[in-house]
């Protein structure tokens, strides 16, 4: 017969229980998730700052290239400081170049390798805790 004193004890009972466990862990997992959309995405930006800062440097130093062919036929068609600015000019974009491509560097592994280490880290500690929990 059920009273009201056994409908409480029903309430407070298994079913209610793993209802939350399940929320929780839904709750987590959703977490989880966005914690490794986040990361991925700051990830996939820092890869595409490397990118473009190695592009950056290929076009500078395709250009330096062109300054230095011209420097050299500067100098040897003439002995006057045309050859001389034109060679400072390349030394200048390849200093850019150069520093545009340490950027580069730099950015890309930064962003390699493009995992979300830290949400897998937090989603093994979560099931080392649930596994651990269940256990005790």
Do not use: C, Y
Not at 63 to 80: E, K
Not at 95 to 120: C, F, I, M, W, Y
Request: hydrophobic letters at 55%; glycine letters at 12%.
């Amino acid at each position: 017969m059920h009273t009201q004193e056994t409908e409480r004890e029903h309430d407070h009972g298994l079913g209610p229980a793993a209802k939350n466990v399940a929320e929780r862990a839904s709750a987590l997992v959703r977490l989880e998730i966005e914690l490794a959309t986040l990361e991925l995405r700051r990830k996939v930006v820092s890869l595409a700052l490397g990118i473009g800062f190695g592009l950056g440097a290929a076009v500078l130093l395709l250009f330096a290239l062109g300054f230095g062919i011209a420097a050299g036929a500067a100098g040897i068609a003439t002995v006057t400081s045309v050859w001389l600015a034109l060679l400072i000019v390349t030394g200048g974009l390849v200093l850019l170049a150069l520093v545009l491509g340490l950027l580069a560097l730099r950015a890309v592994k930064k962003g390699t390798p493009p995992v979300p280490e830290q949400a897998l880290r937090e989603a093994r500690l979560t099931t080392e805790a649930l596994k651990s929990d269940g256990n005790a």
